[in-house]
């Protein structure tokens, strides 16, 4: 990895750090060519701090430390992505990030559809909303749903309409977010289920 500490007089590259699990940012701290080698060396990650003016690895004092998983740099070669596991909280607060922002899974255009789903769950006028309707009816029917719509699934993954199998796709899985809802439980739920029986 070619790292160019020579763009600033003071020999500091910035490093964003990002969870590895989450891809959330956490922090910006700056490391010189000592810190990076400590960073490398332990697997906690190092900084070189301004305010301290001396290495600083981060959870020495609170033990929520930065377990390394990866470091890249970038196409300037003069800032570097570093990539954790982090022990604890992350910023000095006591916050997830130093952006005052929890460090959750997010899965983009799906959390913001589970989001929909519960406003329109909680909010929403059943004669005017299909999902608030469906919560109207009850886990019967939400069950039901799901089941006609992976039965359909099924027979468009015979067929050779790969429109109508994505199409059916997803109502599958709008449909599956809803129940999932209905039972108190998100996606995320599910994932962690998946994650402990990685192997």
């Not at 007089?9 to 969870?19: E, F, K, R, S, T």
């Not at 470091?71 to 916050?95: E, R, S, W, Y």
Request: one cysteine or more; hydrophobic letters at 35%; charged letters at 25%.
């Amino acid at each position: 990895m070619k790292i160019d500490f020579t763009k600033n007089n003071d020999g500091l590259i910035p490093a964003i750090i990002q969870d590895n699990e989450t891809k959330n940012v956490l922090m910006l701290g700056y490391m010189n060519q000592e810190a990076l080698d400590k960073t490398l060396e332990t697997n906690k990650v190092t900084f070189f701090s301004r305010s301290k003016n001396r290495l600083w690895t981060k959870g020495e004092e609170s033990g929520n430390f930065l377990n390394l998983v990866s470091i890249k740099n970038d196409c300037d070669n003069d800032t570097l992505l570093v990539q954790v596991n982090p022990a604890g909280p992350t910023c000095h607060t006591g916050l997830d990030t130093c952006w005052q922002e929890a460090n959750n899974q997010s899965f983009g255009f799906i959390s913001k559809l589970e989001k929909t789903i519960q406003n329109r769950k909680e909010n929403a006028d059943s004669e005017k909303s299909y999902v608030a309707s469906l919560f109207a009816k009850g886990m019967n029917k939400i069950a039901q749903k799901v089941g006609e719509e992976a039965v359909e699934v099924v027979i468009e993954a015979k067929d050779n309409n790969d429109d109508l199998f994505l199409s059916e796709s997803a109502d599958l899985l709008f449909h599956y977010l809803i129940l999932l809802q209905a039972k108190g439980f998100q996606l995320n739920d599910v994932v962690n289920v998946l994650k402990n029986r990685e192997k």
